[in-house]
T-cell receptor, first 111, second 113 residues
């Protein structure tokens, strides 16, 4: 069945360093969403990418959707302690309302 | 304020017991979802429902059951057939229109006594 993998599984960075997480799907996606889950909390929607090669920015966060619509990345510039949490991608295939979540990347930011 | 309410926040299950987790939303969303999250893991889909009186199995439906009698409600029953139920359970909903984000409840932590 369809799988969505994320790397790395964990990342520890010093505050001010950059961070990137990568998401790879075994099948072509109609769109991809990114969520952030703080420790002990629930996932919160960050952004959605729909078009091939799309790039979107939210302040220090940059999201990309691959040309083949099978991979995506989230890049955080100059991390802050408030960026701590687990970042998930969720892939959606056309013709269904089912989302497949990636395995997540857990980010720790050291002050 | 619109949102998704899950209850209880913490639940303990005895051996051989069925327990039901509640999920209610007032967002007027058509689609609802149940996910299971194990420590340090991603979200795995248990069941989802696109419309009232209809639902589909996700990737790990064995040992679970659901109903969707009302648009606002999507309860999940963890049956005694689920031998390893200890996990964090998350309910989500979304508008049926294409490309809509999922809104999550605060979750229920289920443990075995």
């Amino acid at each position: 069945g369809q799988q969505v993998m994320q790397i790395p599984q964990y990342q520890h960075v010093q505050e001010g360093e950059d961070f990137t997480t990568y998401c790879n799907s075994s099948t072509t996606l109609s769109n991809i969403q990114w969520y952030k889950q703080r420790p002990g909390g629930h996932p919160v929607f960050l952004i959605q990418l729909v078009k091939s090669g799309e790039v979107k920015k939210q302040k220090r966060l940059t999201f990309q959707f691959g040309e083949a619509k099978k991979n995506s990345s989230l890049h955080i510039t100059a991390t802050q302690t408030t960026d701590v949490g687990t970042y998930f991608c969720a892939g959606h295939s056309s013709g269904t309302y089912k989302y497949i979540f990636g395995t997540g990347t857990r980010l720790k930011v050291l002050a | 304020d619109g949102g998704i309410t899950q209850s209880p926040k913490y639940l303990f299950r005895k051996e051989g017991q069925n327990v039901t987790l509640s999920c209610e939303q007032n967002l007027n969303h058509d689609a609802m979802y149940w996910y299971r999250q194990d420590p340090g893991q991603g979200l795995r889909l248990i069941y989802y429902s696109q419309i009232v009186n209809d639902f589909q199995k996700g990737d790990i439906a064995e040992g679970y059951s659901v109903s969707r009698e009302k648009k606002e409600s999507f309860p999940l029953t963890v049956t005694s057939a689920q031998k390893n139920p200890t996990a964090f359970y998350l309910c989500a909903s979304t508008n049926r229109q294409v490309n809509q984000p999922q809104h999550f409840g605060d979750g229920t932590r289920l443990s075995i006594l």
